[in-house]
């Protein structure tokens, strides 16, 4: 099983429970889209109304998760109604819960089309832009970062083609998500100026320890995650060592697809010790 069939496939696990596995991640903790992304399509397993799709997601991260113990979803059916459905997911290991999940669905209705967000005019391609490595099946490239005023770009994409199911793709964009609203954070954050303008993973790890607390996304139309997506944040506060950002994610196009939330915590490493 390559790595994206394996971060969208659950197993059924008796009544509205279902079972779901990680890659291995070098970090040694489940990737927090991974669980978002599972929980999600756990949910979507058990809408059984025709025509509801996810219009969004709320998520807190309880614990860090083992990617080398699989992860158990139960779902709770909170609602099911003609135009709305919704769902709770709690997903757990044998040392309690990691995630626990609210989302909902809508049944497609007629209405205007309004975006207010803009696409960024000075944006350059993926094909121009600083190749991270993410691995897991995943292309994602670091479009742009500033400090003044702070703000992160991420293209991401699935490399492996996802097929032509709606939930798949929105579960997908549910595990792209999580890659970069900590980044957006930290560049505003006081620290990081001790960088030195140099933002890989090395030398951000020596100087924080941060972790995502909770977690949203409001999904604005169909999408395709196998295909290249703009993931743009940017910071609103910092407070103690709590940050929160938002941003939009955008085609390559141009059109707005969805709008992502993450607050973090973000603690400087003691460097005494």
Request: hydrophobic share 35%; proline share 4%.
């Amino acid at each position: 099983m390559t790595d994206s069939k394996k971060i969208l496939s659950l197993e059924p696990h008796g009544a509205d429970t279902f079972v779901g596995e990680s890659p291995a991640y070098e970090w040694g903790r489940i990737y927090g889209g991974l669980v978002i992304a599972q929980a999600l399509r756990a949910a979507m397993y058990t809408v059984d109304v025709e025509g509801h799709r996810a219009h969004s997601l709320h998520a807190y991260f309880i614990l860090g998760g083992d990617p080398n113990e699989p992860v158990r979803y139960e779902v709770d059916r909170l609602r099911n109604g003609r135009s709305f459905s919704t769902r709770r997911v709690l997903a757990r290991q044998s040392g309690g819960a990691i995630l626990n999940l609210s989302c909902s669905f809508q049944r497609d209705e007629d209405g205007p089309d309004v975006s207010t967000s803009t696409f960024p005019t000075d944006v350059k391609s993926p094909e121009n832009s600083r190749k991270i490595d993410w691995g897991l099946g995943l292309d994602a490239r670091l479009e742009h970062e500033s400090t003044s005023p702070a703000r992160h770009r991420v293209w991401a994409r699935f490399t492996d083609t996802i097929g032509d199911s709606h939930d798949d793709h929105y579960a997908a964009l549910a595990y792209l998500s999580d890659t970069n609203p900590m980044d957006a954070v930290v560049n505003a954050h006081p620290a990081q100026s001790l960088l030195n303008g140099k933002s890989d993973e090395a030398n951000w790890d020596d100087i924080y320890m941060a972790a995502s607390l909770d977690h949203a996304v409001w999904f604005h139309r169909a999408v395709r995650a196998d295909e290249w997506l703009l993931f743009d944040l940017s910071p609103h506060q910092i407070k103690g060592t709590r940050g929160l950002a938002t941003g939009d994610v955008f085609t390559e196009s141009g059109e707005l697809v969805a709008t992502v939330a993450q607050e973090g915590l973000v603690r400087l490493r003691d460097k005494t010790s």
